[in-house]
């Protein structure tokens, strides 16, 4: 080759300042993971030295420093208007004629290695030499052309990709970032197509984008070519792969989540304007996954491999071949956001309320607000104020001089891998992105608060709501005299309470992730072909993804599970069974179908009476079966099972029989059986509650109430609550001492701890094993006991 063209298979990691950052890794790869499996287009690229020689013919350099020289890029109008004028010059300028003959040979030499050559399409990828560089994401920022036909058009595709390293949001990120703007070189990659148009396409990191949770591989994924997704013009679906479960050799997948993908990126045919077009995605199409279980871990794999070469969390797109199902790499860049953050946890946490008038996917955990000013148009991006809240269809990196103004951003569509998402995250502001509707729910000028500190799920609230942030160093923590655990309900927050020091989870509620990720009655679904129409076409899109209704409930809550068992393993978790009352189950569709109307649901037709009663034993075994999986199949056997509102000692025998018949029989697999203490006569008789489990669960809010008779949800009697009461005490130490007795474990899951540190310190002195908190509270909690315990010591 020359010094105007290199072979992708000739590179390396070395030749960053040769051909940029994107074609260097691509040449890595193919040099050194090919063997391995990882599979990446060949191709060739042009070099750092075309490009300057050619901004040296008739003094083009010259002009565009003069400028730039002259650009404040911080004056969005005269941006506007130097970039295009930049960008026009470069396209006008004719290649060198060096240049010109060195690309016509290297594209001559693969087109020969290609079948049916003359048919062949390509793309053309830029790859600039200071880009994808770990302290910085030139993500998006240059172009990519795709589907281009013909060496006359691959020239042509080659004049766009140097000109669009004048893009506006690319000059303006290189001023922001401190890098001169002739420092930048650009190399374009010409590789042949991977036919995505006919499959599928997206993004994947190696690393949870949000917490930074380096166990888990998170891939996004749509229908067509990746540019919709990179964009954010589409809301994918997502999925999470537990990297030590899938490097042994079980089951991986943790997450599953369907994206509308309304739209869909396609060839355009032959003679059109432009070679690729836009199209509405076919319904059938929307509301399935548009990978396969089998995708999803083989991406995983390569992506795993690729991050062990480089040794470090790394940005992945990938894309189906529609001709031969293969998948491929296209780009592999560091991880610039996550991978930096050190031993500090942020915390944001809301403290007003107010209406939700938009919801989406979160970027960032952090919750920003101001005044509302939507944005129809980049063109009208200039009207976008410091502290103000930007709400606009689709964001993309062109936006980004005005992006690190706002309190936050508020997009229709895009995903949590998107380039704009990419930018959000560096910037440091919150993001909530593929709302669908937020544009014609928020009203420009009106006073909104965007939450991303609530989960995968993004909340825009009206108003300006309170909302507190700590920063929390996580230095060496102090000794204490107990297991601190955590109270984990929501299975979307669990990659970023894994931060926080633990000694995993003492409570986490089915009941929770029935709630929010089935949301269906467990009967309907089992029930489905004797539902009323109007009930079938309710739930028939929710489930449209997963091969029978049944399969769904039992799918879904196994997600919700191994998400927390694998966050917090190889620490315990403890999952509760769910102890929904017969009117909570009545809110879900079809609810009220099947519950009965109790006087008092709380002392009704709840937990382990549910569990061995006819009527519900179907209910039960989909969550055993959903335990299984999770244990059996995945092999996350630090899941430990603890059954709630165990009334009797008959009731105490016929669970765990149940538990038993369903092949989830403790001692087996490591399998240990928690019993919820939470009834006064849990205490009386601890010891022969104790014969049938491995210990106990203290839940301090129902034995409060039930040993003092308050209901906990009446205001009349609220005063009177307090888990302090002697009498509660009373009841408390007769469990704690059985199961030390008995050399059982004994925790505390109830709120007690985490309102009244010395409640946690009186539990430490009768012995308890574990105190399980809500994560907001184990810092301060843990604190406290290590300071007075060292006072007293």
Same mark, same amino acid.
């Given at each position: 080759?020359?010094?105007?063209?290199?072979?992708?298979?000739?590179?390396?990691?070395?030749?960053?300042?040769?051909?940029?950052?994107?074609?260097?890794?691509?040449?890595?790869?193919?040099?050194?993971?090919?063997?391995?499996?990882?599979?990446?287009?060949?191709?060739?690229?042009?070099?750092?030295?075309?490009?300057?020689?050619?901004?040296?013919?008739?003094?083009?350099?010259?002009?565009?420093?003069?400028?730039?020289?002259?650009?404040?890029?911080?004056?969005?109008?005269?941006?506007?208007?130097?970039?295009?004028?930049?960008?026009?010059?470069?396209?006008?300028?004719?290649?060198?004629?060096?240049?010109?003959?060195?690309?016509?040979?290297?594209?001559?030499?693969?087109?020969?290695?290609?079948?049916?050559?003359?048919?062949?399409?390509?793309?053309?990828?830029?790859?600039?030499?200071?880009?994808?560089?770990? %302290? =910085?994401?030139? =993500?998006?920022?240059?172009?990519?052309?795709?589907?281009?036909?013909?060496?006359?058009?691959?020239?042509?595709?080659?004049?766009?990709?140097?000109?669009?390293?004048?893009?506006?949001?690319?000059?303006?990120?290189?001023?922001?970032?401190?890098?001169?703007?002739?420092?930048?070189?650009?190399?374009?990659?010409?590789?042949?197509?991977?036919?995505?148009?006919?499959?599928?396409?997206?993004?994947?990191?190696?690393?949870?984008?949000?917490?930074?949770?380096?166990?888990?591989?998170?891939?996004?994924?749509?229908?067509?070519?990746?540019?919709?997704?990179?964009?954010?013009?589409?809301?994918?679906?997502?999925?999470?792969?537990?990297?030590?479960?899938?490097?042994?050799?079980?089951?991986?997948?943790?997450?599953?989540?369907?994206?509308?993908?309304?739209?869909?990126?396609?060839?355009?045919?032959?003679?059109?304007?432009?070679?690729?077009?836009?199209?509405?995605?076919?319904?059938?199409?929307?509301?399935?996954?548009?990978?396969?279980?089998?995708?999803?871990? &083989?991406?995983?794999?390569?992506?795993?491999?690729?991050?062990?070469?480089?040794?470090?969390?790394?940005?992945?797109?990938?894309?189906?071949?529609?001709?031969?199902?293969?998948?491929?790499?296209?780009?592999?860049?560091?991880?610039?956001?996550?991978?930096?953050?050190?031993?500090?946890? *942020?915390?944001?946490?809301?403290?007003?309320?107010?209406?939700?008038? &938009?919801?989406?996917?979160?970027?960032?955990?952090?919750?920003?607000?101001?005044?509302?000013?939507?944005?129809?148009?980049?063109? %009208?991006?200039?009207?976008?104020?410091?502290?103000?809240?930007?709400?606009?269809?689709?964001?993309?990196?062109?936006?980004?001089?005005?992006?690190?103004?706002?309190? &936050?951003?508020?997009?229709?569509?895009?995903?949590?891998?998107?380039?704009?998402?990419?930018? #959000?995250?560096?910037?440091?502001?919150?993001?909530?992105?593929? +709302?669908?509707? #937020?544009?014609?729910?928020?009203?420009?000028?009106?006073?909104?608060?965007?939450?991303?500190?609530?989960?995968?799920?993004?909340?825009?609230?009206?108003?300006?709501?309170?909302?507190?942030?700590?920063?929390?160093?996580?230095?060496?923590?102090?000794?204490?005299?107990?297991?601190?655990?955590?109270?984990?309900?929501?299975?979307?927050?669990?990659?970023?309470?894994?931060?926080?020091?633990?000694?995993?989870?003492?409570?986490?509620?089915?009941?929770?992730?029935?709630?929010?990720?089935?949301?269906?009655?467990?009967?309907?679904?089992?029930?489905?072909?004797?539902?009323?129409?109007?009930?079938?076409?309710?739930?028939?899109?929710?489930?449209?993804?997963?091969?029978?209704?049944?399969?769904?409930?039992?799918?879904?809550? =196994?997600?919700?599970?191994?998400?927390?068992? =694998?966050?917090?393993?190889?620490?315990?978790?403890?999952?509760?069974?769910?102890?929904?009352?017969?009117?909570?189950?009545?809110?879900?569709?079809?609810?009220?179908?099947? *519950?009965?109307?109790?006087?008092?649901?709380?002392?009704?037709?709840?937990?382990?009476?549910?569990?061995?009663?006819?009527?519900?034993?179907?209910?039960?075994?989909? *969550? +055993?079966?959903?335990?299984?999986?999770?244990?059996?199949?995945?092999?996350?056997?630090?899941?430990?099972?603890?059954?709630?509102?165990?009334?009797?000692?008959?009731?105490?025998?016929?669970?765990?029989?149940?538990?038993?018949?369903?092949?989830?029989?403790?001692?087996?697999?490591?399998?240990?059986?928690?019993?919820?203490?939470?009834?006064?006569?849990?205490?009386?008789? #601890?010891?022969?509650?104790?014969?049938?489990?491995?210990?106990?669960?203290?839940?301090?809010?129902?034995?409060?109430?039930?040993?003092?008779?308050?209901?906990?949800?009446?205001?009349?009697?609220? #005063?009177?609550?307090?888990?302090?009461?002697?009498?509660?005490?009373?009841?408390?130490?007769?469990?704690?001492?059985?199961?030390?007795?008995?050399?059982?474990?004994?925790?505390?899951?109830?709120?007690?701890?985490?309102?009244?540190?010395?409640?946690?310190?009186?539990?430490?002195?009768?012995?308890?094993?574990?105190?399980?908190?809500?994560?907001?509270?184990?810092?301060?909690?843990?604190?406290?006991?290590?300071?007075?315990?060292?006072?007293?010591?």
């Amino acid at each position: 080759m020359t010094d105007y063209v290199r072979w992708l298979s000739d590179l390396g990691m070395n030749d960053v300042g040769v051909v940029g950052g994107k074609n260097a890794s691509l040449g890595e790869m193919i040099q050194h993971l090919t063997q391995l499996g990882v599979l990446v287009p060949g191709g060739f690229a042009t070099t750092a030295q075309a490009y300057r020689d050619f901004l040296a013919v008739d003094d083009l350099a010259e002009r565009i420093a003069a400028e730039l020289d002259a650009l404040d890029v911080d004056d969005i109008a005269a941006l506007s208007a130097a970039g295009p004028r930049i960008r026009g010059w470069i396209i006008e300028q004719p290649f060198q004629p060096e240049l010109d003959q060195a690309i016509e040979q290297a594209y001559a030499a693969l087109a020969e290695n290609i079948e049916n050559a003359a048919d062949a399409t390509w793309a053309v990828r830029s790859s600039a030499t200071a880009e994808d560089l770990p %302290d =910085a994401s030139f =993500a998006g920022q240059q172009e990519t052309f795709l589907n281009i036909h013909g060496i006359d058009n691959v020239k042509r595709a080659i004049k766009e990709v140097f000109a669009s390293l004048y893009n506006d949001r690319a000059i303006s990120y290189r001023v922001h970032k401190g890098f001169t703007h002739a420092d930048v070189a650009l190399s374009a990659g010409i590789q042949r197509m991977v036919r995505s148009d006919l499959a599928a396409s997206g993004v994947m990191f190696t690393l949870d984008t949000e917490s930074g949770f380096n166990d888990a591989v998170f891939i996004t994924a749509s229908v067509g070519l990746g540019e919709m997704v990179v964009q954010g013009a589409v809301n994918p679906d997502e999925f999470y792969v537990h990297k030590p479960t899938l490097a042994a050799g079980r089951p991986a997948i943790l997450r599953r989540t369907v994206g509308d993908k309304a739209m869909r990126m396609v060839f355009a045919e032959p003679g059109s304007r432009e070679p690729v077009r836009t199209e509405q995605t076919p319904m059938a199409e929307r509301q399935q996954f548009s990978i396969s279980d089998a995708e999803i871990e &083989a991406l995983a794999k390569q992506a795993v491999l690729i991050e062990q070469h480089y040794q470090r969390p790394m940005d992945i797109e990938w894309a189906k071949d529609g001709l031969d199902g293969k998948l491929y790499i296209v780009q592999a860049r560091p991880e610039t956001v996550q991978s930096r953050s050190g031993q500090v946890v *942020e915390r944001y946490r809301l403290q007003g309320s107010g209406p939700v008038l &938009a919801t989406g996917r979160s970027i960032g955990g952090r919750i920003g607000a101001g005044k509302a000013r939507v944005v129809d148009s980049i063109r %009208d991006m200039d009207q976008v104020q410091a502290g103000d809240v930007l709400i606009t269809d689709m964001t993309d990196p062109d936006w980004e001089p005005v992006m690190k103004r706002a309190a &936050a951003i508020v997009t229709n569509r895009g995903g949590r891998t998107c380039h704009a998402a990419i930018i #959000a995250r560096e910037l440091g502001v919150p993001a909530v992105v593929g +709302c669908n509707d #937020a544009t014609d729910k928020i009203a420009d000028g009106q006073a909104v608060t965007v939450s991303c500190a609530e989960g995968d799920t993004g909340y825009i609230y009206d108003g300006e709501l309170a909302f507190e942030h700590k920063v929390i160093e996580l230095e060496k923590m102090p000794e204490v005299p107990v297991k601190v655990m955590m109270n984990v309900g929501n299975p979307e927050r669990a990659f970023g309470f894994a931060s926080i020091p633990n000694a995993g989870v003492g409570l986490a509620r089915l009941e929770f992730i029935i709630n929010n990720s089935i949301g269906i009655h467990p009967k309907a679904l089992l029930e489905f072909d004797q539902l009323p129409d109007d009930l079938k076409a309710e739930i028939t899109p929710r489930i449209a993804a997963y091969p029978s209704p049944r399969e769904f409930f039992v799918m879904r809550l =196994a997600e919700g599970i191994a998400t927390l068992a =694998a966050t917090f393993a190889p620490n315990p978790v403890i999952i509760r069974m769910s102890d929904f009352k017969s009117n909570e189950y009545a809110n879900l569709v079809a609810g009220p179908r099947y *519950e009965p109307e109790e006087e008092n649901p709380m002392i009704g037709f709840r937990g382990a009476g549910r569990y061995v009663s006819d009527s519900f034993k179907a209910c039960f075994e989909m *969550e +055993c079966e959903a335990l299984k999986v999770v244990r059996n199949e995945m092999g996350l056997t630090n899941l430990q099972i603890m059954i709630p509102f165990v009334r009797t000692l008959n009731q105490a025998k016929a669970v765990t029989e149940a538990l038993a018949e369903q092949g989830l029989k403790r001692g087996e697999n490591g399998l240990k059986l928690i019993m919820m203490c939470e009834i006064p006569s849990n205490a009386v008789l #601890a010891e022969q509650f104790l014969e049938y489990f491995d210990g106990f669960s203290i839940g301090s809010n129902d034995m409060t109430q039930l040993t003092l008779g308050i209901d906990r949800d009446s205001s009349l009697v609220a #005063a009177d609550f307090d888990e302090r009461d002697p009498a509660v005490k009373a009841m408390l130490s007769m469990a704690i001492q059985a199961c030390r007795k008995q050399g059982k474990y004994v925790g505390i899951c109830g709120q007690g701890p985490s309102d009244h540190a010395d409640f946690a310190d009186w539990l430490v002195k009768e012995g308890i094993e574990s105190v399980s908190l809500n994560p907001d509270t184990v810092i301060d909690t843990w604190l406290y006991l290590a300071e007075h315990m060292e006072k007293k010591g």
